[in-house]
């Protein structure tokens, strides 16, 4: 979806909250009261991201990603923009059922603005960031 076409009145009507988001017709709507936290969660963010992150930066797979975007009321660990693609990283805190839950909903308000989302786990990561990035390749190749 073009961020041309991501209207206040579209996102009303499919439940998410508009309030302090920022529209613009070159990027997604996004929340800038979360610049702070996101330039912190850059900064000292998780050993994961970092392994990862290792891998997507500098277009070692082609293309383009951005580590830590603001997108809506929520930060994407990793954003394509070419791809309409975020990566999520799922750590121990995504195991309970209310994270569950909220996983859901940021993924269902992801996917109405035209995103794809992948979701790894922190642990698989951890053992082998290669083989992860060889599976995130394929499913791109899929998209």
Same mark, same amino acid.
């Given at each position: 979806?073009?961020?041309?076409?991501?209207?206040p009145?579209?996102l009303?009507?499919?439940?998410?909250?508009?309030?302090?988001?920022?529209?613009?017709?070159?990027?997604?709507?996004?929340?800038?009261?979360?610049k702070?936290?996101?330039?912190?969660?850059?900064?000292?963010?998780e050993?994961?991201?970092?392994l990862?992150?290792?891998?997507?930066?500098?277009?070692?797979?082609?293309?383009?990603f951005?580590?830590? &975007?603001i997108?809506?009321?929520?930060?994407?660990?990793?954003?394509? /923009? %070419?791809?309409?693609?975020?990566? $999520?990283?799922? #750590? &121990?805190?995504?195991?309970?059922?209310?994270?569950?839950?909220?996983? /859901? %909903?940021?993924?269902?308000?992801? $996917?109405?603005? #035209?995103?794809?989302?992948i979701?790894?786990?922190?642990?698989?990561?951890?053992k082998?960031a290669?083989?992860?990035v060889k599976?995130?390749?394929?499913?791109?190749?899929?998209?």
């Amino acid at each position: 979806m073009d961020p041309k076409e991501i209207t206040p009145t579209y996102l009303h009507q499919h439940g998410i909250k508009i309030t302090n988001l920022v529209f613009s017709s070159d990027h997604l709507p996004y929340n800038p009261n979360l610049k702070q936290y996101s330039r912190r969660l850059r900064k000292y963010g998780e050993l994961s991201e970092a392994l990862l992150w290792k891998h997507l930066r500098a277009k070692k797979t082609g293309y383009t990603f951005n580590r830590q &975007k603001i997108i809506l009321n929520y930060i994407a660990d990793f954003y394509c /923009k %070419e791809l309409n693609l975020v990566i $999520e990283i799922d #750590g &121990k805190s995504h195991f309970s059922e209310q994270s569950q839950e909220s996983d /859901k %909903e940021r993924d269902r308000q992801m $996917e109405l603005i #035209g995103l794809k989302i992948i979701r790894v786990a922190d642990k698989d990561i951890r053992k082998n960031a290669e083989h992860v990035v060889k599976c995130i390749m394929e499913s791109i190749s899929e998209i």
